[in-house]
């Protein structure tokens, strides 16, 4: 009965053999063991150990300093190894909140695949470097902030009065300023002005100081400072919050007017999804069949915004034909919408501000308001516009529209909305805007428009005489093929809409019936034409009381 | 009954075993071998590589409104931090003898396990602890105080 | 009195010296086992030895005879018990945590993710052993008078042993946990497609009532994570050890392992290799502990070739044992233990699927989910446990397909056993079921006619047929088990590779696609 012998010896080895290659590699053979014993400190090599960085109240536990060796709590190393490098100095102390808050990725690894995230089952990857600013937006919420142009104008603003000089922002100025061959000095540090708040009358001060000193940085770099300038300064100052880059991509989307259609926070439109988490999504659960390049979030987003329909099968999204710096932009800001559950004492103020007392993300001055939410729709500069396959947009700023639309009507039509058109009710939903911010967007409007101002009118607002009968036959053979039968809308706007009837007078009527809107394909009924019927005032009055009785129904 | 040609055997004849079994040995040897190192492997288990616990170097911020020679205890550490004339110092409130958390007192520090009691800069006063109070590393940024709870330094030294 | 130079402190000082060798003979009575008498000793002086007889008939320790299965099972246990308790050092029972655990378990604990590895692939020869086993000891009708007992033992060590793994399953609380449990709770609770169809829900919930006492509560949470652990780490793991001790004491007062007749006139040949060789008869006609009148089961069997237990059956055991330990750790260094995402209660996972040996059930389930999950397994189990007392034949004990019928009748009900399954599978794949064809058709007739019952009927008929052919009930024993063995592999298949998101077939889980 050898055999039996045989097998115990030859089994008792090999279970020996596959033990010690496994001690091997569990003791040695760790990628982390190769970089700790490469890394040193002025004072000589490192203990070759496990390291972390702990946060009970965060729910952190990440051990990424175990190979970022120079990043763990107590650690300088000295050294040109590149992964075990001191991380540059950043707001928050990385050795106190740990990595992960805002890189992402598997804090528990000690594994490169599987701490930077790209393995299966872990739904939080790393974000990529370029888009890393995105992580603040775990925490904070910008608040305020302006569009694009008015950003840049207002970044310019600051530059071009030379703040630069004495203050400090976002590691740039004070006394490295850029560029300047004049010797600035030490002001107060501005990165973070947007959160921390400051003193409303820091101009008189300023006024007050630099009247009193007679050389220096007060004199040579600080002067008197416009009406239109301050308003700029006050509007980059708001937006400081250490993460220059996302603010910039908030802004990118707070000028595309996103908003009209998709909801972020408590506040948007809903024809597109809510956006609130979609910077959270786990990649796994995506779908990549149709999306070249690889296979991460980022990437995702970025070929959806190129191509959106192609990404979300049977999605609405238009091709909106952005640049690849709006993409990214976007992309960016897209990825910033992310959440992790807080203790208190980690809550930042700005966030304390949007989530509990329904503070606005964007500047709620008619320009931004404008941008981020209505011109998708209604274009850049109000002109409408046309999506294939989807209901074309009107134009609001037309000059014949805004000589008949008073004030009134129009902030009435941004209150009540078109009840079952994309045109939602935006004063009267939740959060909705106040009656201030729709009077500041009329006012842009206009602007948007050359200044039309609405013609008085004295009528009341119902006048139009006719005959019903008669109304509804001329509607049917001239309005219908644009405005749809019984006025459901078409191309053209929904005529037989209760909230429009409801707010819309006569005169308005009767006034784009006859003349028309240049610039568009609502030809003037009253005006001679070769090749359309002209309608006489009484036939126009008669549509427009077949209009009425549509209300009615 | 089969036996064997010219023998008789019964069970209870104690008869010798065959010559020596080499490969039996081999084989109990190698499966010892085996057992060993799979028992050591199983003994490494139970020691954790890295304790769960949050950093032992962190910042403090003292109350502006700190009278001098009172201790400050930040939330959730083992330290007091003093402030005087002379700079920031910090002292372990760990008791020397059995890890108990002292508490100040008017006299310095007192331990409610075994009564020991100890004077304002950790110096032994009474009872059955067996060493001061050590001091802890305090560095200065700014008016950043960071405290490294694993580095002692001399009694007496303020920064 | 006590001699003139004897020195108090000398003899201490020799008592001192001699301690190892005192603690050694005082633990080891018998001295080295070289003679016969030695190596007896050695065996009844050892209280982990003494459930061994003192000598192992020839035929046992033929490979043939039972394939080391029941050590492997045994040494698999052993296996999943170390490790099992190494990794309780670490793990903590609590939703969310019990995921973060076994990640610092995968990360960050010396030999932590080996153990773990370790204790998963041992489950899993644990319980293809187990059934092997119970293979064998069918197929060799070794349930036979006298060990009835001993295969109703080892049925509920099967049982145990399911019944440790789907437990373990849930402890690390990913995805593929959480779901799994939730089908499986579910399954639990589908006594009420009965109830439900026959109105008495409301007075009698058994399904409700089963699942509920799984969970703690309506869903799986913390109260069932703490549930499913302390049966898999104390409950359930108590009681297989109580059933082994007893199942290992049977096989010796069963009067060993079974053999056939003519047992030593073919282990004569290799019985010239050993020395010595008994060849008495065994003769012992009480029982142990008093003189009580009664003879033990080997008694009147004739003359035996037995050779000492020590080292003979030792080496064969430990062979195994070392064999089986080669095998987790080998498969433990190739692949690691599975770990998905945290548990999300709200994505389900698409394909949700239970353990792999309960995927032939599930596919069962996936058209009623009373037959699959308690009719057919009850009919099985009660069927496995009454073998024994319907089969009271004498022919074939101890042979490999021993009994009328043969290797004939197993390879027949093999190709049956196969082919029903694989056809009943097909049709209902190509062409659905009562469902789809008359939408309006009550639950009840859906419970009761659906491919699982209707694989179970045919396996019947194939079995009656044989009991008639052959007339023995061994011989439609041997048709149904080969034919449920067959259809348990064939279903376990189906359920494992071709099932995909909402339980489509797919001929590759490369086709199953984006989510």
Same mark, same amino acid.
């Given at each position: 009965m050898n055999?039996?012998?045989?097998?115990?010896?030859?089994?008792?080895?090999?279970?020996?053999?596959?033990?010690?290659?496994?001690?091997?590699?569990?003791?040695?053979?760790?990628?982390?063991?190769?970089?700790?014993?490469?890394?040193?400190?002025?004072?000589?090599?490192?203990?070759?150990?496990?390291?972390?960085?702990?946060?009970?109240?965060?729910?952190?536990?990440?051990?990424?300093?175990?190979?970022?060796?120079?990043?763990?709590?107590?650690?300088?190393?000295?050294?040109?190894?590149?992964?075990?490098?001191?991380?540059?100095?950043?707001?928050?102390?990385?050795?106190?909140?740990g990595c992960t808050v805002c890189h992402g990725g598997q804090g528990q690894a000690t594994e490169k695949d599987d701490a930077h995230g790209n393995v299966h089952f872990w739904t939080e990857p790393m974000l990529p470097a370029k888009y890393a600013y995105a992580s603040c937006g775990t925490c904070h919420t910008p608040l305020n902030v302006p569009n694009l142009p008015t950003l840049e104008n207002a970044r310019k603003t600051f530059e071009r009065l030379d703040c630069y000089a004495c203050h400090r922002l976002d590691g740039k100025g004070g006394t490295l300023r850029p560029g300047g061959n004049v010797t600035g000095m030490e002001g107060p540090d501005l990165s973070h002005i947007?959160?921390?708040?400051?003193?409303?009358?820091?101009?008189?001060?300023?006024?007050?100081?630099?009247?009193?000193?007679?050389?220096?940085?007060?004199?040579?770099?600080?002067?008197?400072?416009?009406?239109? &300038?301050?308003?700029? %300064?006050?509007?980059?100052?708001?937006?400081?919050?250490?993460? /220059?880059? =996302?603010?910039?991509? @908030?802004?990118?989307?707070?000028?595309?007017?996103?908003?009209?259609?998709?909801?972020?926070?408590?506040?948007?439109?809903?024809?597109?999804?809510?956006?609130?988490?979609?910077?959270?999504?786990?990649?796994?659960?995506?779908?990549?069949?149709?999306?070249?390049?690889?296979?991460?979030?980022?990437?995702?987003?970025?070929?959806?915004?190129?191509?959106?329909?192609?990404?979300?099968?049977?999605?609405?999204?238009?091709?909106?034909?952005?640049?690849?710096?709006?993409? &990214?932009?976007?992309? %960016?800001?897209?990825?910033?919408?992310?959440?992790?559950?807080? /203790?208190? =004492?980690?809550?930042? @103020?700005?966030?304390?501000?949007?989530?509990?007392?329904?503070?606005?993300?964007?500047?709620?001055?008619?320009?931004?308001?404008?941008t981020a939410v209505c011109s998708s729709c209604h274009g850049a500069n109000g002109q409408g516009t046309r999506f294939p396959g989807l209901v074309a947009n009107p134009s609001i700023t037309n000059p014949d529209f805004l000589s008949l639309a008073s004030d009134e009507f129009l902030i009435q039509t941004i209150r009540s909305g078109r009840p079952g058109r994309p045109m939602l009710p935006w004063g009267e939903r939740e959060n909705g805007f106040t009656l201030d911010e729709i009077r500041g967007l009329v006012a842009y409007i206009r602007q948007l428009g050359g200044n039309v101002q609405a013609t008085p009118d004295t009528q009341p607002q119902i006048w139009a005489k006719g005959d019903t009968a008669l109304g509804a036959n001329l509607f049917t053979e001239n309005c219908a093929g644009c405005h749809g039968k019984n006025g459901v809308g078409g191309d053209g706007p929904a005529l037989g809409n209760k909230a429009f009837l409801t707010n819309v007078t006569d005169t308005f009527l009767v006034g784009t019936i006859g003349r028309g809107r240049q610039g568009t394909v609502m030809q003037g009924f009253a005006n001679p034409s070769p090749i359309r019927k002209v309608l006489t005032q009484a036939e126009i009055e008669s549509i427009i009381v077949y209009l009425r009785s549509l209300n009615a129904k | 009954m089969t036996t064997h040609p010219g023998e008789k055997k019964s069970r209870f004849d104690p008869d010798p075993m065959p010559r020596r079994d080499f490969l039996g040995l081999a084989a109990l040897g190698s499966m010892m071998a085996a057992f060993l190192l799979s028992i050591f492997g199983m003994l490494k288990l139970p020691k954790a590589a890295v304790s769960a616990s949050p950093a032992k170097k962190f910042n403090v911020s003292i109350p502006d409104t700190l009278p001098e020679g009172e201790a400050f205890i930040p939330p959730g550490r083992n330290v007091a931090v003093f402030r005087d004339a002379e700079g920031v110092f910090a002292i372990s409130t760990v008791c020397t003898h059995l890890g108990c958390i002292v508490k100040a007192s008017p006299a310095g520090f007192d331990c409610p396990c075994h009564g020991s009691g100890f004077t304002k800069d950790g110096t032994v006063r009474k009872g059955p602890a067996p060493k001061p109070l050590p001091w802890l590393k305090v560095s200065l940024s700014g008016s950043t105080v960071t405290v490294d709870e694993e580095k002692t330094v001399k009694a007496g030294t303020k920064v | 009195m006590q001699a003139e130079n004897y020195s108090a402190l000398h003899e201490f000082w020799t008592n001192l010296r001699a301690i190892p060798s005192h603690v050694y003979r005082a633990m080891f009575r018998g001295g080295p086992p070289k003679t016969d008498r030695t190596r007896s000793s050695f065996i009844f002086g050892n209280v982990f030895l003494h459930l061994h007889s003192v000598r192992t008939h020839l035929w046992s320790l033929r490979w043939s005879t039972t394939m080391g299965l029941g050590i492997v099972t045994t040494a698999a246990f052993l296996i999943t018990l170390v490790t099992g308790i190494l990794l309780m050092f670490y793990y903590k029972p609590y939703p969310d945590i019990a995921y973060q655990s076994i990640k610092d378990i995968h990360f960050i604990v010396p030999t932590g993710r080996f153990m773990r590895n370790i204790h998963r692939w041992a489950a899993n020869v644990m319980v293809v052993a187990v059934i092997l086993h119970m293979a064998r000891a069918f197929y060799t009708a070794s349930y036979r008078k006298p060990r009835e007992f001993n295969w109703f033992i080892g049925w509920g060590l099967l049982v145990t042993t399911l019944g440790l793994s789907f437990t373990g399953y849930l402890l690390p609380w990913d995805q593929l946990a959480y779901w799994a449990i939730t089908i499986g709770a579910n399954i639990a609770q589908s006594p009420r497609e009965i109830t439900d169809a026959m109105g008495i829900t409301q007075w009698m919930d058994i399904g409700g009532l089963q699942r509920e006492i799984l969970l703690g509560s309506d869903k799986v949470g913390e109260e069932a994570l703490i549930r499913f652990y302390l049966l898999h780490v104390m409950i359930l793991p108590l009681t297989l050890a109580m059933l082994m001790a007893v199942h290992f004491w049977r096989i010796r007062k069963d009067g060993g392992l079974a053999k056939p007749k003519d047992a030593d006139e073919r282990v004569a040949e290799e019985a010239k290799e050993f020395y010595p060789v008994f060849t008495d008869s065994p003769a012992k006609t009480y029982h142990l502990a008093a003189v009580v009148k009664g003879k033990t089961s080997a008694v009147d069997s004739g003359p035996e070739h037995t050779v000492p237990s020590m080292p003979h059956l030792f080496y064969a055991e430990l062979g195994v044992l070392m064999l089986t330990t080669l095998i987790c750790i080998g498969l433990a260094f190739i692949s690691d233990a599975p770990l998905k995402e945290l548990a999300n209660p709200l994505v389900p996972e698409n394909p949700a699927k239970a353990p792999w040996y309960f995927l032939g059930l599930q596919e069962i389930v996936s058209f009623s989910a009373f037959m699959g999950g308690i009719g057919i397994p009850m009919l099985c189990v009660i069927g496995l446990g009454l073998i024994p007392f319907l089969d009271r034949e004498k022919e074939g004990t101890g042979e490999w397909f021993g009994g009328p019928g043969g290797w004939k009748l197993v390879k027949w009900s093999m190709v049956v056993g196969f082919a029903s399954s694989i056809l009943v599978e097909a049709f209902a794949i190509k062409f659905g079921w009562l469902r789809e064809w008359f939408p309006d058709i009550p639950q009840l007739i859906i419970t009761f006619v659906n491919p699982g019952t209707v694989l179970t009927a045919i396996y019947a008929a194939f079995s009656i047929w044989a009991v008639r052919k052959y007339n023995s009930t061994r011989a439609g024993a041997l048709a149904l088990f080969t034919c449920f063995l067959c259809g348990f592999i064939v279903l376990t298949v189906i359920g494992t590779y071709f099932r995909g998101p909402n339980w489509d077939f797919f001929w590759s889980p490369s086709d199953w696609g984006g989510h």
């Open positions: 055999k039996n012998k045989y097998l115990l010896m030859v089994s008792s080895i090999g279970v020996f053999i596959l033990l010690a290659a496994a001690a091997v590699s569990e003791n040695f053979l760790k990628d982390w063991h190769g970089i700790q014993n490469s890394a040193k400190t002025n004072e000589g090599p490192i203990d070759v150990r496990l390291r972390q960085i702990v946060n009970p109240n965060l729910k952190v536990t990440d051990r990424c300093v175990t190979c970022h060796v120079g990043m763990a709590s107590g650690e300088q190393i000295s050294t040109d190894l590149k992964v075990g490098a001191v991380h540059k100095p950043v707001v928050h102390n990385p050795t106190e909140i947007g959160l921390k708040g400051y003193n409303a009358e820091w101009y008189s001060a300023h006024l007050q100081r630099s009247q009193q000193e007679t050389n220096g940085a007060w004199k040579t770099s600080f002067s008197e400072i416009s009406e239109p &300038d301050r308003a700029a %300064l006050k509007i980059f100052l708001d937006t400081q919050m250490g993460a /220059p880059k =996302l603010v910039e991509a @908030k802004a990118q989307f707070n000028t595309l007017g996103c908003a009209g259609c998709h909801a972020v926070g408590n506040f948007g439109g809903d024809a597109g999804i809510n956006l609130s988490l979609s910077g959270f999504k786990d990649p796994n659960q995506l779908n990549f069949t149709r999306v070249p390049g690889e296979h991460t979030l980022s990437n995702w987003i970025v070929q959806h915004f190129r191509s959106p329909a192609s990404t979300v099968a049977g999605s609405q999204m238009p091709v909106l034909g952005l640049t690849d710096n709006q993409i &990214d932009l976007l992309t %960016l800001y897209t990825l910033s919408l992310r959440r992790r559950t807080l /203790p208190d =004492l980690y809550l930042p @103020k700005d966030r304390v501000r949007a989530m509990r007392f329904g503070a606005r993300e964007f500047a709620n001055n008619g320009e931004t308001i404008y | - | -």
